[in-house]
């Protein structure tokens, strides 16, 4: 079994091009919302929000994102390869999480951002266990629009923040290139 610094060394972020189409259990998905939930959130206000696409519902999210990229003042830069790379999210991916946080009004709303990414390392941290299953969070296609808002059925006091996209690898990478940890230190021991 992997130690706790093991598993947050390893975590790594998987991409579209790493995902061979093969579809990950429920049960996995379900594992990995329920550890999402588990983070910590300030005054019990648990903001985070999934919604989860599979099967035709990812298919329709697929289109939705083509679309919204149609639909923006810069279509020209849509390019072909775009479009493609979109259309291929329901013979690539295996799911897709909505992620939305539910703006309370008892704390701030970066606590609430804040509670939301930490349910999603949550998520990165309960893939990093798993020998095929990875993921990542996108924060493009659509993220914070109103249509993508509603598609995922979010109320208007939750805003979307992204996708976090999940497939099967074959093999996982766990080395990433860091700097040392002296560069991100600014003083130590005033």
């Known amino acids: 079994m992997l130690t706790i610094d093991q598993i947050i060394h390893q975590r790594r972020s998987h991409?579209?091009?790493?995902?061979?189409?093969e579809k990950l259990p429920d049960s996995l998905i379900h594992r990995l919302l329920e550890n999402a939930h588990q983070a910590p959130s300030h005054k019990a206000t648990f903001p985070w929000r999934f919604c989860v696409f599979s099967g035709p519902a990812l298919e329709r999210l697929s289109l939705e994102m083509v679309h919204w990229q149609e639909q923006q003042a810069d279509a020209s830069s849509f390019s072909p390869e775009k479009r493609a790379k979109l259309?291929?999210?329901?013979?690539?991916?295996?799911?897709?999480?909505?992620?939305?946080?539910?703006?309370?009004?008892?704390?701030?709303?970066w606590e609430e951002d804040a509670a939301l990414a930490m349910a999603?390392?949550?998520?990165?941290?309960?893939?990093a266990?798993?020998?095929?299953?990875?993921?990542?969070?996108s924060t493009g296609n659509g993220t914070g629009s109103e249509i993508m808002r509603q598609l995922c059925g979010f109320d208007e006091h939750t805003l979307h923040r992204g996708w976090?996209?999940?497939?099967?690898?074959?093999?996982?990478?766990?080395?990433?290139?860091?700097?040392?940890?002296?560069?991100?230190i600014l003083e130590i021991n005033r």
């Open 129 to 137: 266990s798993e020998p095929h299953a990875a993921g990542y969070w």
């Open 15 to 21: 991409f579209l091009a790493d995902f061979s189409g």
């Open 120 to 127: 999603v390392q949550n998520i990165y941290l309960t893939l």
């Open 87 to 109: 259309l291929s999210y329901p013979e690539k991916l295996s799911h897709v999480i909505g992620l939305g946080v539910h703006q309370s009004g008892k704390v701030p709303a």
């Open 164 to 184: 976090f996209l999940l497939g099967h690898v074959e093999s996982k990478r766990t080395k990433a290139g860091r700097p040392p940890l002296e560069q991100v």
